[in-house]
């Protein structure tokens, strides 16, 4: 079966300080990746997608590469802000049949000023 | 336009109370979903929609009613809770129910007394 697997949070930064957040997956077939973030009282935004290896996505700052040989899509931004503070789940997305997303289990991400 | 939208953001009901949560998205997309996410948790699927046919049930008590009114809106009809239903409720959606990624609302927060 599918699986995604996240690091353990919550991750504690100071502001501008470089992130990453780590996402590994198992999957049969050809998955699709995202990241998702959640901020407090809010829904899911889908932040950035991959859908075949060696394609970086990228949206605010915030980067991610399919890594088809090591299962990864890790996720990556240069500088926090306070404002980045939120969970963050990794998620992916087979591409056949009825296939639903599988999510880790998130990671919080606070940054402090 | 990503925009799904929920209605009400808050809801308390007794466990003799029938209420109904309320999703709406005009993206054209033909698959949308209910999710419950508990706290500090990811969200789990609980039904399925796939141009306007229910394709996904994962086994959820009968006291959740999906109905699908047109390609649009996505409602939950709620009777007989119990307080371990108490969770934020998320509706999503997406272009097909196959590989495309889900855009989501901001949740009704729902808590049974």
């Known amino acids: 079966g599918n699986s995604v697997t996240q690091m353990e949070g919550p991750v504690t930064l100071s502001e501008e300080a470089f992130l990453t957040i780590n996402c590994t997956y198992t999957?049969?077939?050809?998955?699709?990746l995202f990241w998702y973030v959640q901020y407090p009282g809010e829904g899911l935004q889908l932040l950035l997608k991959?859908?075949?290896?060696?394609d970086k996505g990228s949206n605010k700052g915030f980067e991610a590469t399919y890594r088809k040989e090591t299962t990864s899509f890790h996720l990556e931004k240069g500088s926090v802000q306070v404002s980045d503070s939120a969970v963050y789940f990794c998620a992916l997305n087979t591409n056949s049949g009825y296939s639903t997303l599988t999510f880790g289990k998130g990671t919080m991400l606070l940054v402090s000023p | 336009d990503t925009e799904v939208t929920q209605t009400p953001k808050h809801l308390v009901m007794g466990m003799t109370n029938k209420k109904s949560l309320k999703c709406e998205q005009h993206m054209g997309h033909r698959a949308m979903y209910w999710y419950k996410q508990k706290a500090k948790k990811p969200p789990e699927l609980m039904f399925v929609y796939s141009y306007e046919k229910l394709s996904i049930n994962e086994s959820v008590p009968s006291r959740f009613s999906p109905e699908c009114p047109n390609s649009s809106l996505l409602n939950l009809h709620l009777h007989a809770l119990q307080p371990e239903d108490s969770a934020l409720y998320l509706c999503?959606?997406?272009?097909?129910?196959?590989?495309?990624?889900?855009?989501f609302g901001p949740g009704t927060r729902l808590t049974v007394t």
């Open positions: 991959a859908t075949k290896a060696d």
């Open positions: 999957a049969t077939g050809y998955p699709s």
């Open positions: 999503a959606s997406s272009q097909e129910s196959v590989s495309y990624e889900q855009y």
